[in-house]
């Protein structure tokens, strides 16, 4: 079976020297980090696919080649149990690696065994794969009979608020893509999944016994609707800039970007949530007390000694403690790192065991409370007569959606679902719960 290995330190450009026969390489400067690197089941080094995940990272500088890496393990897999060549093309479509591959992509999908999304991210994958190989040379066409795919131009239909002045626009894709249903309450897509009033409920009971930083960083997910990524690069600087809003005494605005206070936010946008007064002076009380400050020296003392222990530490680890040096994180582990979102999914999965002990049905991701945040406070937007449109908009800005199509999903949910059309007065009310509990 092909597998995927991750290399240690990997960098763009070395020395070679011959000393007493025998050969030494030596990196010299502009470290990558770790790459995923793939092998055949025979163990065999997979040199054009890890050329292309090299060039990923190198070269387009890509953030997380998880998604490219594991559609090229499973694509080399199944060449392999078909005995089907990489480079080998014949004239019939249908006999084309690239076509059976896609076969077999909707063949999972109708066992149950892949979601669409899924499969259409590897399908593409696959296809900007083989765009490299042709512009790079590793593969050399001939003719259209020998393409590994047939490109096409797509007319895609508008449904944002500008239609009217373009009803459509055109992109470039393949005859192999794999199209997703839009209906969000399809199986084949992950659905939204809000904690409802009981589910909100349970987990305010089981704060209490999560460390003070998890309860934190639950309650900031839930308040603001920040991405667990965002969550964990939260940093002081952040909280400084908070602004009271003029309609609201209950309610502050703080910017958030990567570019401005350290943030690491999606796609690097800069972007204003909103925060309740309530949580936002309780990260005030916290960031000040002697558990984070005794975690904030530890850090300290790893940045003052980073230059002399950088070459002993992997590219990711300096990285996340160069982000340190100029912006402070909220959040630092007891070892005096920054907290990383696996680290808080880790916790919050400890945390989740321990409630499913008593209430068995209880499933939701770390995720599940950004999307609590928005239909809840979606509704509480469009119950206080704002229309449409607008409500959209504002919670578009707010989440930092790229796509208007995701945050009608809010929409669409909130249409079917009458059990959340209720106040977003809720969660304030679940928030000044648990701070007034946390003060006695």
């Not at 900007?128 to 190989?133: A, M, P």
Request: net charge positive; aromatic share 10%; hydrophobic share 35%.
């Amino acid at each position: 079976m092909a597998f995927l290995i991750n290399s240690s330190d990997t960098y763009k450009e070395t020395n070679l020297s011959i000393s007493h026969g025998q050969c030494s390489v030596s990196p010299t400067a502009d470290n990558i980090g770790s790459l995923p690197t793939l092998y055949s089941e025979s163990g065999e080094f997979n040199h054009q696919a890890n050329s292309y995940l090299f060039y990923q990272k190198a070269v387009k500088q890509a953030v997380d080649l998880q998604p490219c890496a594991q559609a090229l393990k499973d694509y080399y897999q199944f060449l392999e149990d078909k005995n089907l060549q990489w480079n080998v093309f014949p004239p019939v479509k249908r006999l084309k690696p690239t076509y059976l591959f896609r076969s077999h992509l909707l063949k999972l999908i109708k066992q149950g065994k892949l979601a669409h999304s899924t499969a259409s991210v590897r399908m593409n994958q696959v296809v900007n794969y083989y765009k490299w190989l042709m512009h790079d040379g590793y593969l050399k066409i001939k003719n259209e009979k020998e393409a590994p795919f047939l490109m096409e131009f797509v007319s895609i239909k508008r449904t944002d608020m500008l239609a009217h002045t373009a009803p459509r626009f055109t992109v470039e894709t393949s005859d192999l893509r794999i199209k997703v249903p839009r209906d969000s309450d399809s199986k084949n897509i992950r659905p939204l999944k809000p904690l409802s009033q009981d589910s909100l409920s349970i987990l305010t009971n089981y704060l209490s016994v999560a460390s003070e930083e998890l309860g934190l960083q639950i309650l900031i997910s839930i308040d603001t609707g920040l991405r667990i990524q965002e969550v964990a690069t939260l940093t002081l600087d952040a909280l400084d800039i908070a602004k009271p809003l003029a309609e609201s005494e209950h309610r502050y605005e703080i910017t958030v970007s990567p570019h401005r206070n350290g943030a690491q936010t999606k796609h690097g946008k800069e972007r204003t949530i909103e925060i309740s007064k309530a949580l936002l002076d309780k990260l005030g009380t916290y960031r000040t007390c002697d558990r984070r400050l005794k975690r904030v020296n530890k850090l300290n003392a790893k940045l003052n000694n980073l230059e002399k222990s950088a070459k002993a530490l992997s590219y990711e680890v300096v990285e996340a403690l160069e982000f340190c040096l100029n912006h402070e994180p909220l959040f630092v582990s007891e070892q005096g790192n920054p907290v990383s979102p696996k680290s808080i999914e880790a916790r919050w999965s400890e945390l989740r065991k321990k409630i499913k002990q008593t209430y068995p049905a209880f499933e939701h991701r770390f995720h599940d409370f950004r999307s609590t945040y928005g239909t809840y406070r979606l509704n509480d937007l469009l119950e206080a007569g704002l229309p449409v449109v607008e409500s959209m908009e504002l919670l578009m800005s707010w989440m930092g959606h790229k796509n208007e199509s995701t945050t009608w999903k809010y929409l669409r949910y909130l249409k079917r679902k009458e059990a959340f059309k209720v106040k977003f007065g809720i969660l304030d009310s679940i928030m000044h719960e648990v701070l007034e509990a946390e003060c006695e």
